[in-house]
């Protein structure tokens, strides 16, 4: 889903980033200027990580708001590992990953997910680590891994046809993956998640998982959820001048 937000100031983009480390201390952060195109995102999800034959992914899928307090929190985040639609969402994108690293590795992940929280979302989560049974490229990892079911839909060619033909506005660089790869093979990339702007209009990228049994329209309240704590830094920096 994407956001179209018109400002009269300009957007100070060192300001938003020091904002938005501040307030999400837990996820990956970066800055990427392509043209008149900067990136700006604030991501907890990780593709992959790899360290010689040793690797870490995770799938993150289903997600539910924090609550006020330490109670309330703890009562929707039951409610979002007991969620029917949820867990089946999840489950997905976990057998995904599982399907498509299980002849190249061993792996040790948990039958059940445990909770991811940030400071406005927290997701259903489970890490899953692996050793590669012989020597594999980090991006022939990518090319196994990426895009998830959460992304990309599931079966992958299918999905990737009906998105090639419903879908009117391009992705751009919204879920590619960023990150680093060093000489000796090791490396980590993330997933470029929310955020984008170009020249003086302003977008701003979400997505949530969609099923059959899906409620569309608390699909677009979750949507709303993960672009909200963006779209109050811009805001702020803009009340601010």
Not at 12 to 40: R, W
Not at 69 to 75: I, K, L, P
């Amino acid at each position: 889903m994407q956001t179209t937000l018109d400002f009269d100031a300009s957007i100070d983009i060192a300001q938003l980033l020091e904002s938005l480390v501040a307030q999400q201390p837990n996820s990956y952060h970066f800055v990427m200027k392509s043209g008149e195109i900067i990136f700006v995102s604030a991501t907890p999800e990780r593709i992959v990580k790899l360290a010689g034959n040793q690797f870490e992914t995770a799938a993150v899928a289903g997600s539910i708001r924090r609550g006020d307090d330490e109670q309330a929190d703890t009562v929707l985040a039951d409610a979002l590992w007991h969620d029917q639609k949820n867990r089946e969402e999840h489950q997905i994108v976990v057998n995904m990953l599982v399907k498509q690293l299980a002849d190249i590795s061993k792996l040790t992940y948990a039958e059940t997910p445990q909770m991811l929280k940030t400071p406005q979302i927290q997701h259903l989560y489970t890490p899953i680590q692996g050793q590669l049974n012989a020597e594999t490229p980090l991006f022939a990892l990518v090319e196994r891994l990426h895009p998830t079911p959460a992304l990309g839909g599931w079966p992958r060619e299918w999905a990737k046809k009906v998105i090639e033909d419903y879908e009117r506005a391009p992705r751009g660089l919204f879920a590619a993956p960023l990150g680093y790869y060093s000489p000796n093979g090791m490396g980590e990339l993330l997933l470029v998640f929310v955020r984008c702007w170009l020249r003086l209009i302003k977008r701003d990228y979400c997505r949530s998982g969609v099923l059959a049994e899906s409620d569309l329209a608390q699909e677009a309240q979750e949507i709303q959820l993960k672009m909200t704590p963006m779209r109050e830094l811009l805001e702020d920096q803009i009340d601010a001048k």
